[in-house]
């Protein structure tokens, strides 16, 4: 792992999963309210699965559009090489 990224930022970046993590990259960002596993990790009920499902629909739309950026950035890198 750490050969690949160094460490789990560059994991992160790599991988485009920034929407996933704090600023500092200490804490990851759960669907769900997180209590370290002490509880089943599954919605409880239909309130708190449609929570989840906003979550994560917020999760992809926000990494599809750093994933828009990143091609757009490479783009502009081969238009200034050609």
Same mark, same amino acid.
């Given at each position: =792992? =750490?050969?690949?990224?160094? #460490?789990? %930022?560059?994991?992160?970046?790599? =991988? +485009? +999963? /920034?929407? +996933?993590?704090?600023?500092?990259?200490?804490?990851? %960002? =759960?669907?769900? $309210?997180?209590? #370290?596993?002490?509880?089943? $990790?599954? $919605? %409880?009920?239909?309130?708190?699965?449609?929570?989840?499902?906003?979550?994560?629909?917020?999760?992809?739309?926000?990494?599809?559009?750093?994933?828009?950026?990143?091609?757009? /950035?490479? +783009?502009?890198?081969?238009?200034?090489?050609?």
């Amino acid at each position: =792992f =750490f050969n690949l990224f160094s #460490d789990f %930022k560059g994991y992160c970046e790599y =991988f +485009l +999963l /920034q929407d +996933l993590v704090y600023d500092n990259y200490s804490k990851v %960002k =759960f669907f769900l $309210p997180f209590n #370290d596993f002490v509880e089943n $990790p599954l $919605p %409880k009920d239909v309130n708190e699965y449609y929570e989840y499902k906003r979550n994560n629909i917020d999760f992809i739309h926000k990494r599809t559009k750093r994933i828009e950026e990143y091609n757009n /950035q490479i +783009l502009l890198k081969c238009w200034d090489i050609v």
